[in-house]
């Protein structure tokens, strides 16, 4: 599985540091489900709370970008493949070469 690009104030994290993030997310749901922040209701509104920007965590961290050109597999901020990159650099070539 190919990790997340993840920055942190202006620093890209390796992809062992993000992998490490999504492991931790996972885990600490776990411990959500398991134990929960108390019976009471702010323990139940914060397990609740957490819940939900861990799943909106989850769906950055997890996502499948696709090419909106090929619908490939791509990595995230990117706006196409390297492949659709490459014949846009050819298709401006032969267009040069036509002038």
Known sequence: MKEARIEINGTLITEAMSMTIRVAVENFVSFLEENGLGDDEHGLRMRQL???RIEELRTLLLRKVRCPSCRRPMDPGRVLCNRCVS?????????????
């Open 50 to 52: 957490y819940m939900e």
């Open 87 to 99: 014949l846009q650099v050819l298709e401006k070539d032969e267009e040069a070469k036509q002038k």
